[in-house]
C-alpha cells in the first residue's frame, strides 16, 4: 500500500512539474505582428460566386435560429443571435 501511495506522489509531482516547465511557453504576448496575419477586409468581398455559394450555406444551416434577415427570428423554438 505504501508503495502505491509513493508511486502517486511521484506521479502526482511529475505531473505538477511538467505543467510548470510547459507554462512559461503558453504565455506568449499577442503582438501587432501576430494580428497582422489575418486580412483585416474580406477578400471575397464583391465575388459573386462566394456570395451566392455564403447565401446557399446560410440558407441550409443557419436560417432556422437566425432567421431570414440574420436578426435571430428563426423559425425555431431557439433564439438565434443576432447577426445584423
Known sequence: MTQ???FRWLLFFAALLFILAVLP???VPVTEAAVDIYPRSNP???DEIAIHEGA???FKWCV???GGKAD???V???VGADLT
Open 44 to 46: 471575397l468581398s464583391g
Open 56 to 58: 446557399r450555406l446560410y
Open 72 to 74: 435571430g427570428k428563426g
Open 64 to 66: 432556422q435560429c437566425h
Open 4 to 6: 502505491h501511495l509513493h
Open 25 to 27: 511557453a503558453t504565455n
Open 76 to 78: 425555431r423554438f431557439i
